[in-house]
């Protein structure tokens, strides 16, 4: 096949790509879409999102369906393994064993803190750092529990709502980007 093809090919896939991210309509991530827009896409491309069927995989696993704005992320980002999140466990393959983790990690800290009696851990980073929000679902886009080992054992705290939570890491980690493409 000729590079000019290669190259037409690419092209026509790229615009079906930025097409299916048109049409599809986020009601709580709209701020994060057009954050990642104008400051993560330029340099790192299109999201990756996940199907309907993975997400509703998901949620069986979980017995709960999720709040809408964590299924929008899904969507969205939850398989850009190499975009804006790389190098953190963010996405859809990495919530079981997050959630399995987060128990795990604050008993290994000896942090005294009761876990709700079921949750979903949709962030972890390098084993140190976890985030997740208490199921069944409180409402669409619910408060975010973050934890961070430290040196003198701080608590869990609500770190604000899913999608300001996202939004904030997302421009934490956009900030970088410029100096290091």
């Not at 979980?62 to 398989?79: C, N, S, V």
């Not at 409402?139 to 996202?166: D, H």
Request: with cysteine; proline share 5%; net charge negative.
């Amino acid at each position: 096949m000729s590079k000019i093809k290669i190259s037409s090919i690419i092209q026509s896939c790229l615009s079906f790509m930025g097409q299916m991210q048109k049409t599809i309509e986020y009601d709580y991530l709209k701020e994060v879409v057009e954050f990642h827009k104008k400051f993560v896409q330029p340099y790192k491309g299109f999201p990756r999102g996940c199907r309907n069927a993975e997400i509703k995989n998901l949620e069986t696993h979980f017995g709960f369906e999720f709040p809408i704005a964590y299924k929008e992320y899904l969507k969205f980002m939850g398989k850009d393994y190499n975009g804006i999140f790389v190098g953190s466990e963010y996405f859809i393959d990495d919530v079981i064993e997050n959630t399995e983790y987060l128990p795990e990690l604050l008993a290994a800290n000896e942090i005294d803190f009761t876990l709700p009696d079921k949750y979903l851990a949709f962030f972890s980073h390098q084993g140190y750092m976890i985030a997740w929000f208490e199921l069944p679902k409180l409402n669409e886009n619910p408060p975010v529990w973050f934890y961070k080992e430290s040196e003198n054992n701080e608590l869990p705290r609500i770190e604000g709502i899913f999608t300001e939570a996202l939004l904030a890491d997302m421009q934490g980690l956009a900030s970088n980007l410029k100096s290091s493409d």
